[in-house]
């Protein structure tokens, strides 16, 4: 059962994790955001994880798996709020996110999300 | 009573009364949550128990007395890094004697006077020992600060989005990680998605400087910030190219005034002159 | 399933230990390390190094063992302050252990970055195992000026 709420704003989901996760619960959230996705048919998914004082391998594999799925419905799935020891221990243990583009704010990801989707849709 | 070994029985028998009467008293004068002092009083006066075992023959030098010595490190420790004053610090152990003392006068009113005293002298080293190791990492804390005032990279923010790092000096792994840190939590403290990394002052480049500012790099990345450099020596250059260093995907300028120029237009940051 | 005891180190004090049999445990284990870390001063940087390390190293213990445990001890001197943490598991072990601490290597389900990547993140890591009983040792320390 998932736990986090998910929100919709102009075509985007935004979730934002408040709490320490366990594994199921992680998963249930990632099949949560792909059902709202594929039901709201939405462009973009912000994932919010400034309350996240842990981001250990798995978690990094559930949103990059996360992230892979959402493409091949047609979105995409980006990063707010990364703690800054966060990112030097992601980097310290050789995991780079790679696929995941990431953003210092809800604002700047929003800004971002939303602008590209305008291009997209004027060409 | 007349020795050590029934004092130690008696606070067995009592113990869980004994633990909550000194945490009371302790919790009095502090503000902390009751869990936590509980966890520590349970822990000390197990040792300190431990330690009338073996007395009055070997108090001092038992085994149980030097557990109890590491066990007060750690206690005095905790206090002295988590702004505990001295007088709450000194006050655990002498409160400790206040809540025995109790019991004692309340189950054995005849105990001698000799067994007071020595018992006493040995609380009272117990206290002042706890009082030594917290004076001790109070101090280490003090002069690391200064430390830090001294000696922390300048952060300067240049504009709303853009902030200016210029390193200085020699740039060790201790010294390196400390930047790290202290830029990531500046970029996320101001909200920064451009961050100009200067090189001019800096004399030597070698692998670990340039791994950690590639560290640097990619850690900001994943905060969602750019970090570009600037002030690259043609030494520094030649450094890099022949370490193999990757630092192809970075923005490179060679003077700070070429890379805050890319940073305002990048940002799209308005200068207008009067 | 009963774990073997590791000697006890007469030394250190301040020992804590969690059991480790549901995925709640990890997330409980490594807010403990973190908890452990804060509490004696460790930069916000060590905190999360230490509590992703045993995030991961509590994860492998579910991941290959039916049982295991977290111990953890604190020892402050006046040259530094070390926080120590002990998993063990009494799962199947690592027949080869120089392999399994290289980058990419995968036991079992996973990115195969556990071990080496946890490595990364302590100051010391020491690791023994054999069928039925693998100890991980880690630690990390701060040095007093």
């Known amino acids: 059962m998932n736990i986090i709420p998910i929100l919709c704003l102009q075509s985007n989901l935004i979730a934002s994790i408040q709490t ?38 798995y978690m990094a594999k559930v949103l990059s798996d996360l992230t892979i799925m959402v493409k091949l419905q047609g979105a995409k799935v980006v990063l707010c709020g990364v703690q800054p020891a966060v990112a030097s221990t992601l980097v310290d243990m050789g995991m780079r996110l790679n696929s995941l583009e990431t953003f210092l704010s809800l604002d700047h990801a929003f800004a971002y999300l939303t602008k590209e989707q305008a291009r997209n849709m004027d060409e | 009573m007349t020795n050590y070994q029934e004092i130690n029985a008696l606070i067995e028998q009592y113990k869980s009364d004994v633990i909550n009467n000194w945490v ?40 149980a007395f030097k557990q109890l010595e590491q066990a007060l490190r750690s206690f005095s420790a905790f206090r002295a890094l988590n702004d505990y004053t001295p007088t709450q610090t000194a006050n655990y152990l002498l409160l400790l004697k206040k809540v025995i003392y109790e019991l004692l006068f309340e189950k054995y009113p005849e105990t001698s006077a000799r067994l007071l005293i020595d018992f006493n002298n040995f609380i009272d080293k117990v206290a002042v020992l706890s009082f030594q190791y917290y004076s001790e990492s109070r101090e280490e804390v003090v002069s690391s600060q200064a430390y830090a005032l001294e000696h922390d990279t300048p952060i300067v923010k240049i504009s709303k989005d853009i902030l200016l790092m210029p390193l200085m000096g020699i740039i060790d792994t201790v010294k390196a990680q400390k930047i790290i840190e202290g830029l990531l939590e500046s970029i996320v403290e101001n909200q920064a998605t451009m961050a100009i990394l200067d090189m001019t002052a800096v004399p030597t480049f070698d692998t670990h400087v340039a791994n950690n500012i590639l560290k640097t790099i990619v850690a900001a990345k994943m905060v969602g910030t750019q970090v570009i450099l600037s002030g690259i020596s043609t030494n520094a250059a030649l450094t890099i190219v022949k370490l193999g260093v990757d630092l192809s995907h970075v923005e490179t300028f060679n003077t700070l005034e070429n890379a805050i120029a890319y940073g305002y237009n990048k940002t799209h940051t308005k200068i207008t002159q009067e | 399933m009963m774990i073997p005891q590791a000697p006890k180190d007469l030394d250190n004090i301040f020992e804590e230990t969690i059991a480790i049999k549901t995925t709640q445990d990890i997330v409980n284990a490594r807010q403990k390390g973190r908890d452990l870390a804060q509490r004696y001063a460790f930069s916000k940087s060590e905190q999360t190094r ?41 799962g199947p072990g690592i027949s080869d252990l120089e392999l399994a601490l290289q980058d990419g290597y995968s036991g079992g389900k996973g990115l195969g970055l556990g071990l080496p990547g946890a490595k990364r993140l302590v100051h010391t890591f020491e690791m023994s195992s054999s069928p039925g009983l693998t100890i991980i040792d880690i630690s990390i320390c701060r040095q007093k000026r």
């Open chain 1, 20 to 57: 320490e996760l366990t594994d199921e619960q992680a998963l249930a959230f990632q099949s949560a955001l792909l059902e709202k996705n594929h039901k709201l048919n939405t462009r973009g998914i912000i994932i919010d994880v400034s309350m996240l004082d842990v981001i250990d391998s």
């Open chain 2, 24 to 63: 009371d008293e302790v919790i009095l004068n502090i503000n902390s949550p009751r869990a936590t002092e509980e966890q520590d009083c349970q822990q000390l006066l197990e040792l300190i128990n431990q330690c009338l075992i073996e007395a009055p023959n070997q108090t001092f030098s038992s085994t």
């Open chain 3, 50 to 90: 230490f509590a992703t390390a045993i995030s991961e190293l509590t994860r492998n213990v579910l991941t290959y063992a039916t049982a295991g445990q977290c111990s953890f001890t604190v020892t402050c001197t006046n040259k530094k302050d070390t926080i120590s943490a002990r998993i063990m598991d009494n």
